[in-house]
């Protein structure tokens, strides 16, 4: 059974950073494309950033470019985001997912974290 853990959500003021962590278990991890989504009250989820199983390949939601990095250690079977420059409106529930689909929507994916919640104050 695989099994999706994040961890580092929080509350951060405008501007600030924050580094969110998904632990993969009972997968082949180093085989899954990984992806993070987020979900805000009253909205759909939406796509924020996607990595290859590789490494190699990379893409980001218009509203992150920039600001928000993605990064994976196989080694670790943990996927990561780098959020810089945080805004109010990038508060929402974060979810982590894997799969073995390249996809942007969400249905692609296989297997999906808890969320973890970020709160960005003004």
């Known amino acids: 059974q695989v099994q999706l853990v994040e961890s580092g959500g929080g509350l951060v003021q405008a501007g600030g950073s924050l580094r969110l962590s998904c632990a993969v278990s009972?997968?082949?991890?180093?085989?899954?494309?990984m992806a993070w989504f987020r979900q805000a009250p009253g909205k759909e989820r939406e796509f924020v950033a996607r990595?290859?199983?590789?490494?190699?390949?990379?893409s980001y939601g218009e509203s992150v470019k920039g600001r928000f990095t993605i990064s994976r250690d196989n080694a670790k079977n943990t996927v990561y985001l780098q959020m810089n420059s945080l805004k109010p409106e990038d508060t929402a529930v974060y979810y982590c997912?894997?799969?073995?689909?390249?996809?942007?929507?969400?249905?692609?994916?296989?297997?999906w974290g808890q969320g973890t919640q970020v709160t960005v104050s003004s």
């Open positions: 997912a894997g799969g073995f689909k390249w996809g942007l929507t969400e249905f692609e994916y296989d297997y």
């Open positions: 990595i290859s199983w590789t490494s190699i390949y990379t």
């Open positions: 009972g997968g082949t991890f180093g085989r899954y494309h």
